[in-house]
């Protein structure tokens, strides 16, 4: 996956270039795929303006699913977007709404269970880190809020099978702590 936002400056405080202080045409959310060992690469879908990916993950060479977000944009949240034709196509399989949620781990732990990890922003960090699951390899209705834990914010997720894991938890004061899952 590939994000990046533009960066140019216009004087409006929000970064996007067009002058109108909004804050859209900052985002870009692309993915790309390579057959041959990453000396070229084809674009398999591209937005610009909406929100930015995070994160991605393969079940197997055909289902991937890629973690993204925006807290300003036209439709703040996060979402989810999935293949299960290796790229052919990429449809948005979970949207929840709100500029304060962001994700950026996920992780496939079988060729059916996908974690999102991230946290609720408050206004000075996070107030909340969650956990969400899918037991569809990320099929639209099968996702759950499994694990909630206050104060921080889920930036990195690794399972050794299904009843396993281990997240990087980050507080306001940016320290990190590990946490379990089992």
Known sequence: AFSQGNGVGDGDG?????????GGGVWAAQLLK??????????QYYSEGEFYFNGIDCADENTCCAAGEADVSATPGIRVWCT??????????????????????????????????????????????????????????????????????LAGMSFNGADHGHAVALNILQQTSELIFE
């Open 34 to 43: 390579s057959t041959d060992g990453g000396k070229t690469w084809a674009s």
């Open 14 to 22: 929000d970064g996007d270039g067009d002058g109108d202080g909004d």
């Open 84 to 153: 299960y034709n290796g790229g052919a196509s990429w449809s948005q399989t979970f949207f929840q709404a709100g500029g304060q949620y962001s994700a950026m781990p996920l992780r496939f732990v079988d060729a059916t269970t996908l974690h999102v990890g991230g946290g609720i922003m408050g206004e000075i960090g996070p107030s909340s880190g969650f956990s969400i699951v899918s037991n569809d390899a990320g099929r639209p209705g099968s996702w759950n809020l499994t694990n909630s834990v206050p104060d921080v914010y």
